[in-house]
Structures are given as C-alpha cells and as structure tokens.
C-alpha cells in the first residue's frame, strides 16, 4: 500500500512570533530534527521547512505523526513539555491537501507578503537536508522538481513575481535603481528597529554589499551587521558617515533624530546624495532636496510601490492557481503511474519465471546459437505481452479508471494487492 503525503505545519497566520521562535530551527536544527525522525520514526520521506514565518514538516507514512513529530521539534529545541505549542500546529493528512499545501507554501501564496521569492530558495534549502539525509525518495524528488518547474513556468506567464509588495524589500528596490549606474555604493542604515532590520535583511538577496548600519545602541548594530554581512559603527559618527553615505536610510522616528537642510549644509555633506526617510514621524528634512544633487524618497513613495506590486500580485493569483491546478493534475497521474509499476514489475517477474521454466525443459538439446535465439525471440515475446497492459493501465490513471485494471491484473496472476493513492 502506497504511503500518503501529510504535512505538521505552524505558521504566522495561526501563531504569534513567541511560538514560531520557540519552534524555529536554523540548519544545523533543521538537519538533526531529519535524523531523529529517521531514528524514531517509520516515516520514510521527510523534508523540514523552517522560515522566520513557518516551521513545516512534511512526510510521507501510513499513520499521523503529528504528536511525535511535535515532541521531536521541542526535544530539537531544548524543551520537554509541548503544551504551549502543540495547539498552534495544524496536520494536514489528506493526501492532496497536503502536495497542494507544499505548492501553495513554494510559491509564496501562502506567504506573509503574497508573491515571496525568498521562500522559493528556503524550499530549496530544505529540499537539498533532506536528499543530504536520504530522506528524500522518488515521491518528494518528483514532488520537488515538480514545483520548481511550477514557479518558472508562474515566473514566465503571470505577474505574479513583478515589483515589490513589501516596504522593506521596496526599499531595497528604489536603493538599486537610484545606484544603477555608482561603483559599489554606500548605503547608510540609520536605526535598526523592525523595518531597519527588515531592509538590512533584504540587502543580502541584492547585490549591494557595502551597508553600513548606525545605532544609539550600538550592540544591537553590531548583532544585526553580523547577521546581514554589513558593518556596525558607533553613533557618534554618525554625520560623518551621512557624509560618506551615497544612499542615507533612516528609520529612527524623527522627535529622536532628524536630519535638517541647516546641519547637512553646516557638516558640509553636499555631494550627490539620495536620502530614504522611513520614519513617522519623518526623521529627514524635505527641503533637502533644495540641495544641488539631493533627492528625498519619503515613507509614503515606498508605501505606494509595494502597494501597487501587491495589487498587481494579487490580480495574478487566479492564473497562478490554474498553473498548479494543472501542475498538480500530471504530478497526480504520475503518483498513479508511480503506485501500478510495483505490480507492473510483479507481473512481469511471474511471466519471467514461466518463460525460463519452459526454456529449462526444452533447451537442453539445442546449440548454443540456437540456445541465443530461442533467448532473445521468448525475451522479445514477454516484453511485448507486458506493454500491452502497461499502456493500458497508464491510460486508466490519465481516466481515473487504474484502480479495478490493477485488482484484475493482481488477480488473474496471484500478485500481492496494490493500491494507488489519489
């Protein structure tokens, strides 16, 4: 009997950010979560997804191990008792519920800001613990291959990965076109409080690599550069380093620090400069622009790009879901096709058995020429005889119609029961 698809699934929509850290895990985590459910299960195919936003398991058994997978994950994480998180996870154990749930997750329409190309390459990540554990058999290979076709072909035909829906990678956006035409510009991070952290984030999928942050607290600079691959430098340098900046972000609010037209004129910091204000209240004084060289974008500029990315993601979703639709309808036929070639193989083995029976009585007497021929022509003869019913048996599963082709065959020739999923 084929094994089902299911998948233990926390996320933002159901748990708050305590939970989802409590239950997060980074790739050493991610990797030896994998090699206790291979030691403590009998799930035979596993793939562990962890995001900022998720953490996923997805497997294939005959059984539900939602309540062992949850005490693996807390044993991973350093804790005994699930109580506090066991409710925010949901199993999924119907079987296409779950494949459409992976595709859904891969392709960002399950994502916090619809359209994610971030989660594509965590899908990725994922995928390659779990071929590196050997928990990743023909079902999740073909599963995986086939949802990364999925998202070229959505790439190709829709909108639905154009523009930037968030404000924190909108900003990144306006940043890289404003650079365009600099030699590694510098790019001044002011103020590192959530969307600070979140453009400092988005930077590392750019390839603007010379960030530099600034921080009253200079600690928190300093862990956020090391896990952005920027650079922290203390708060007393600050104009100098607006000095230095070719592109100045702030997200300190502005009654804490606010850049005016006088003290950039008195800092003499006049060379071409862009400013991106993403505080409220504003932290960066318009009238900068009255400055030779110096554009100011403000919070609402970069509220309107991410808005009309989303609108435009959003009015592509239904096109979208009729690629999967479509995707998930020959990866189904597929599954079907995957289920029969066990009894397929059976079937042919049996005709194999009673092809060298005969031969063994009748041989005997022959020369070897002839021995070669009687060989290959009885050879060619099973072949043919099993071609027949395999076309067959894969039409049926293009009509739905394999089911009762495969209790007949496994009937007729005595062969163990099989059963197609889906």
């Known amino acids: 009997m084929q094994s089902t698809f299911k998948v233990l699934t926390l996320s933002y929509k159901q748990a708050p950010i305590a939970v989802r850290e409590a239950v997060s895990l980074n790739e050493i985590a991610g990797k030896n979560l994998l090699d206790k459910i291979k030691d403590f299960t009998a799930i035979q195919e596993a793939m562990v997804l962890s995001t900022c936003n998720r953490t996923e398991v997805y497997y294939t058994a005959d059984q539900d191990y939602s309540t062992e997978l949850i005490k693996l994950i807390a044993l991973e994480r350093g804790f005994i008792a699930t109580k506090e998180v066991a409710p925010y996870f949901i199993s999924i154990t119907n079987h296409d519920d779950a494949v459409k749930h992976l595709f859904n997750v891969g392709l960002g329409l399950e994502s916090q800001v619809v359209g994610d190309m971030q989660i594509m390459?965590?899908?990725?990540?994922?995928?390659?613990?779990?071929?590196d554990a050997n928990m990743a058999g023909p079902f999740l290979h073909r599963l995986l291959h086939t949802i990364f076709f999925t998202n070229k072909r959505v790439c190709n035909e829709t909108a639905f990965r154009d523009g930037a829906a968030s404000v924190s990678y909108a900003t990144v956006e306006l940043v890289e076109e404003l650079t365009k035409d600099l030699v590694n510009?510098?790019?001044?991070?002011?103020?590192?409080?959530?969307?600070?952290?979140?453009?400092?984030?988005?930077?590392?999928?750019?390839?603007?690599?010379?960030?530099?942050?600034?921080?009253?607290?200079?600690?928190?600079?300093?862990?956020?550069?090391?896990?952005?691959?920027a650079n922290a430098v203390y708060w007393e340098n600050v104009w100098q380093e607006i000095a230095l900046a070719d592109v100045v972000i702030s997200s300190v609010p502005g009654d804490c620090f606010f850049i005016s037209k006088e003290v950039v004129e008195q800092q003499g910091v006049l060379n071409q400069k862009f400013f991106v204000d993403l505080s409220m209240p504003r932290s960066i004084d318009a009238a900068l622009e009255e400055l030779n060289g110096v554009e100011v974008y403000n919070i609402d500029t970069i509220k309107n790009r991410a808005t009309e990315a989303l609108e435009i993601r959003l009015a592509a979703i239904p096109a979208v879901e009729a690629i999967v639709a479509e995707s998930m309808d020959e990866f189904k036929t597929w599954t079907k096709e995957m289920a029969m070639s066990p009894a397929l193989q059976q079937f042919k083995n049996r005709l194999e058995e009673i092809r060298q029976r005969e031969l063994a009585r009748y041989v005997k007497n022959l020369s070897a020429n002839e021995k070669e021929m009687v060989e290959t022509i009885t050879k060619n003869i099973l072949n043919k005889i099993v071609k027949m019913p395999a076309l067959e048996l894969k039409a049926a599963c293009q009509r739905g119609e394999s089911e009762a082709l495969l209790e007949g065959l496994s009937a007729l020739f005595q062969l163990e029961p099989a059963t197609v999923s889906g």
Not at 121 to 131: D, E
Request: net charge positive; aromatic share 6%; hydrophobic share 40%.
């Open 121 to 131: 390459n965590q899908v990725k990540n994922a995928y390659q613990w779990a071929a």
């Open 185 to 229: 510009p510098r790019v001044l991070m002011i103020g590192v409080g959530d969307i600070g952290a979140n453009v400092c984030d988005n930077f590392q999928k750019s390839d603007l690599n010379n960030i530099i942050i600034a921080n009253r607290t200079h600690r928190k600079a300093v862990d956020l550069a090391t896990k952005c691959n």
